[in-house]
């Protein structure tokens, strides 16, 4: 099993910053892709960013040019910078890991991003 952790959430104003941390434990050796996902209330869970074991990075439109994913494999974490913050980003960030094989879907618990205006 894989399990994730993720710390950084909290109450920033419009223009800001924030980077969260997602810490992985477990059977890390399985883990491929890692991502950031979010929700806002009454909305679906949508996708973030990507990143591969690679380095190779993808963004959601609503955040290119904003946010930055990263990671360090010897760690076993994965990072979101998230600069120049709207309200419209208000969610819980969720952090995601892919694995090999089987294709199993591993998930932190979340951590609350607040955005005021």
């Known amino acids: 099993q894989v399990q994730l952790v993720e710390s950084g959430g909290g109450l920033v104003q419009a223009g800001g910053s924030l980077r969260l941390s997602c810490a992985a434990s477990?059977?890390?050796?399985?883990?491929?892709?890692m991502g950031w996902y979010r929700q806002a209330p009454g909305k679906q869970r949508e996708s973030v960013a990507f990143i591969t074991p690679g380095g190779s990075t993808n963004y959601a439109d609503s955040v290119k040019g904003r946010f930055t994913i990263s990671r360090d494999n010897a760690k076993n974490t994965v990072h979101l910078q998230m600069n120049s913050l709207k309200p419209e980003d208000t969610a819980v960030y969720y952090c995601?890991?892919?694995?090999?094989?089987?294709?199993?879907?591993?998930w932190g618990k979340g951590t609350l991003v607040t955005v005021s205006s």
């Open positions: 477990g059977s890390i050796f399985s883990i491929s892709t």
């Open positions: 995601n890991a892919k694995s090999y094989g089987a294709g199993m879907n591993y």
